[in-house]
């Protein structure tokens, strides 16, 4: 019973970032909002000049560098984050509440995650801004994520682990 209580939960944290498998979300559209011209909150700290992009949906800025092994594709993670809109509201966060695991790189979180976190260190905290097209596309996750939502995300290593 705690495991099917401890699946559901995973399954409901899970369902925010990548619909936990379900197949009627469409895949993100290409194109969709373009980070180097959305406008964020001054509470968010987010600098797209001073951020590394990765694709034109794709922006990363380490603000802790972790130590030890970096995380690659399928590597089994746990984090630690928090999301917000670009105009500064919170949609989502498991920061006191149980972390997060997944497997980095399959598809089981939002692309922009999967490409995203590649690379980081255990203890480290990465800000990832991401495009729509990487995120929800246009369906966007009502009510939280509007359609077409360019995201932010603190993103905090906590540990990996190696999968058969």
């Not at 980070?35 to 922006?59: E, F, R």
């Not at 560098?65 to 105009?87: F, I, P, Q």
């Not at 989502?92 to 399959?106: C, I, M, R």
């Not at 077409?148 to 990996?160: A, E, G, M, Q, R």
């Amino acid at each position: 019973m705690l495991r099917r209580r401890t699946l559901a939960a995973a399954c409901a944290v899970s369902a925010l970032l990548a619909g936990c498998g379900d197949s009627t979300v469409a895949p993100a559209p290409p194109g969709g909002t373009d980070p180097a011209t959305t406008t964020y909150a001054a509470s968010l700290g987010v600098n797209i000049s001073a951020m590394t992009k990765l694709s034109d949906a794709l922006y990363i800025q380490d603000l802790v560098t972790g130590t030890g092994s970096a995380a690659a594709k399928g590597h089994g993670l746990t984090v630690t984050y928090t999301g917000w809109l670009a105009n500064g509201t919170q949609f989502d966060s498991n920061v006191g509440k149980t972390p997060l695991t997944f497997t980095l790189g399959v598809g089981q979180v939002i692309q922009g995650w999967d490409q995203g976190i590649v690379g980081m260190k255990i203890g480290g905290t990465r800000r990832l801004v991401i495009g729509s097209a990487l995120a929800y596309g246009t369906q966007g996750r009502p009510p939280a994520i509007p359609s077409n939502s360019t995201l932010v995300f603190t993103v905090t290593l906590d540990s990996l682990q190696d999968l058969p």
